[in-house]
């Protein structure tokens, strides 16, 4: 089944201490993104990715970092994270000459 | 610079009556329109896009959406609401340039319908 899939669903953490948002997709898309859901805000991109090794920064890049080592991985990492980090973070991909964007099922970040 | 605005954070509509959510763009080269739907506690799914061809796109679940250039608008409706259809409705907005995607989206409207 062609899907994204994100781990952890849920996570509640503390300030300061690092966290990885793993994000896969099954379905060779080059292109990949990561997005924060907030309310009243939408989506807002935060980092995308065109291709193996090639990122580049959304609208909201701060306190983020992203790698794309492999075709099908794009983590996040939040090396510090902060309260208003506080989201629901979506991942998605797409192929770059398509327009179709699938989205994972998201997840849920507390940081207290 | 590209943005998108969507008119009503929310809407509520009777069940059976049309379903009208409003999406404005703003984009500097010729853009690829989208609407996606978020049903409570999933993902965005993908309702219907614009890439250029059509003015009029059907999607899925009924919906459909008209391209106006002159009026940078693109709105979703659907000619009878039905209760399946409550979720939150979000446009998009998305270009090339530079030989880089950029994406953007609108605020999201939660469609409430009534019965």
């Known amino acids: 089944e062609a899907q994204v899939t994100q781990n952890p669903r849920y996570l509640i953490t503390v300030t300061g201490k690092k966290l990885t948002v793993t994000c896969s997709q099954n379905m060779n898309h080059e292109y990949m993104s990561w997005y924060r859901q907030d309310p009243g805000l939408g989506l807002r991109q935060i980092y995308y990715s065109m291709n193996v090794e090639v990122t580049d920064k959304g609208d909201v890049p701060e306190g983020y970092k992203v790698s794309r080592k492999e075709k099908r991985n794009f983590p996040l990492i939040l090396e510090s994270p902060s309260p208003n980090q506080t989201s629901l973070y979506f991942c998605a991909s797409s192929l770059p000459a398509s327009d179709t964007q699938y989205f994972g099922p998201g997840t849920r970040l507390t940081v207290l | 610079a590209q943005s998108v605005t969507q008119l009503g954070s929310h809407v509520s509509v009777s069940e059976g009556a049309l379903v009208l959510l409003r999406c404005n763009y703003s984009?500097?080269?010729?853009?690829?329109l989208f609407w996606y739907v978020q049903y409570p506690n999933q993902g965005l799914q993908l309702l219907l896009k614009y890439t250029s061809a059509a003015t009029l796109v059907k999607g899925i679940n009924g919906f459909e959406a008209e391209f106006k250039k002159s009026e940078t608008s693109f709105h979703l409706t659907k000619p009878s609401a039905h209760m399946s259809d409550a979720a939150e409705y979000f446009c998009?907005?998305?270009?090339?340039?530079?030989?880089?995607?950029?994406?953007?989206f609108g605020t999201g409207t939660k469609l409430q319908v009534i019965p």
């Open positions: 998009a907005v998305r270009t090339y340039s530079g030989g880089y995607q950029k994406v953007t």
């Open positions: 984009s500097s080269v010729p853009p690829y």
